[in-house]
């Protein structure tokens, strides 16, 4: 693993509809930095509309980085991300900016946080087919058996997430959890997590979907090269893939629940690293107050 660094990493992350992205534009311009998306959504190109991702006008404020940087067919891993991430934050910090990592994907943040050495098991296309042939239920069941503290940690409601963990279980040998070890941190890492009320964060929720809705979220369709098919983001957070010719769905790539809110006990659990400080801002905290501290 890379050697620690005394780069200062401040993370802000959030359920969807927080406000975790313009305070990171805030923050940003605050301080001189970039910023480094954490949204395991953002990587995939064209689908700007169904996940928020910032407009043009606000990369054109402040730098972002890991946007648009993978195709949806790509099986995009958490493996990449982090690989991708360390570089663009030390790349940032050695132009003497103030590196930002925003975004509402946990395992991302975890993997740069923690410096997660991840398992070099590569994808079993197979076994992967099989898995995802079987309900979710039968799977979780499957994973409490081979991996019970995976299990016990692992997001539910993400089928990606659970096939992935049996795929290094089955292949391994070896439960996934004793395989996701935290190396030494590189960075000293402050992180701001947002809280909203349940109600009022669910009416932000809302709103956003509405605004998505007259943004034209059902036309945020990529057709692929070959114009045979063609992915679309949904309201739910789902990337499926779609054949063009039959109208079959082919699959989904990816779900993320975006009614599932990410609280403070949620973001506490998200870091074993010593030097990760967590700092929760409640929903009636000025931002020009947090600028001033």
Known sequence: MMKETTTKLVVVLGPTASGKSSLGIDLALHFHGEIVSADSRQVYRGLDIGTAKVTAEEQALVPHHLLDVASVEENYTVSQFQRQAIAAINDIAARGRQPFLVGGSPHYI???????DIPAIPPQPALRAELEAQPLADLLARLEELDPQSAAVIDRNNPRRVIRALEVCMTSGKPFSEQRRVAAPLYTSLLLGIQWPRAELYRRIDQRVDERMQQGMVQALKVSPDGSRLASCGDDGAI?????????HLR??????????????????????????????????????????
Do not use: C
């Open 240 to 248: 499926m893939l779609w054949d063009l010719h039959s109208g079959e």
């Open 252 to 293: 989904t790539l990816r779900r993320d629940r975006p009614y599932e809110r990410l609280n403070i006990t949620g973001i506490r659990g998200l870091t074993e690293a010593q030097k990760a400080t967590l700092r929760a801002l409640g929903a009636v905290e000025e931002r020009e107050g947090l600028l001033k501290g």
């Open 110 to 116: 975890q993997a740069v946080v923690d410096n997660l």
